[in-house]
């Protein structure tokens, strides 16, 4: 059997999809953003973050089975009916674990409960094979719209995130794309018009804007790494809603 490497499992969370949810943080990403909002579920090694101002610590990192996070997440099953609800596989990235996530899945399958993968996609291809069968949804990162910039902010590999979303969509998976909006980086009419060109090639059907901010200073704080977006003020309201307005309807008719 697999195991999973899990950060922590989140309860009743809100923003990870649809309904009431539990989300399963496991640890370990293969990218580096610099204004990740969960430094914690970086390294796959388990760590101790301590909060001095509260007075508090806290322990992010324990190897389970796929059927012991199956038992503890069922707990609240009869939650996850109301309004499409489940269970979300967040992290870091889930997809680095996609033995365990693919076990994880088939057995919330089996009891009835749905699995929504929320992933970078900078993996290989078979790791998202490997969990087709058994996950109902995907949430799909996308942090720039070119090849240069994409590694310049993430490390990553930008032709492989867009090829793994092109597959994605041509297998039919459900997917929605979801955009962090982090002034300063990628909110310019340039750059959301070049995201929004790789979606509309894709084929993807459904974006989110994700607005930027700053609730994960603490943890920076608590691991000793200074946050380089410490003092970068959360996008205005309006500008998020108007970009939001404008994602949509291009998404919807196609136009660029
Ligand atoms: S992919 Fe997500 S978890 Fe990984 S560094 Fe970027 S924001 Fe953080």
Known sequence: MA???????????????????T???????????????????????????????????????????PLEVADDVSEDAEFYNAGGGGVTLSGGEPMLQYEGAAELAAILKERGISTLVDTAGSVPWGNFEA??????????????????????????????IVSNLKKLVARGASVTARIPFIPGVNTSDEELRLIL?????????????????????????????????AKTLPPAAEEVARTAELLGKYIETGIE
């Open 3 to 21: 195991i999973l490497n899990v950060s922590n499992i989140q309860r009743f969370s809100t923003g990870d999809g649809p309904g009431i949810r």
């Open 131 to 160: 969990v087709l069968g058994c996950v109902n949804d995907f949430y799909f990162d996308i942090k720039a719209g070119s090849r240069e910039k994409y590694a310049a902010l993430t490390g990553g590999d930008f032709d492989l």
């Open 197 to 229: 060109k790789v979606l509309l090639d894709a084929g993807v059907g459904r974006a989110d804007l994700i607005p930027f901010h700053r609730l994960g200073s603490a943890k920076y704080a608590a691991m000793g790494l200074d946050y380089p977006f």
């Open 23 to 65: 989300t399963v943080f496991l640890k370990g990403c293969n990218l580096r953003c610099p204004w990740c909002h969960n430094p914690e579920n970086i390294s796959p090694s388990p760590q101790t973050l301590v909060f001095k101002a509260a007075g508090k610590t806290a322990t992010y990192g324990v190897i389970m089975t």
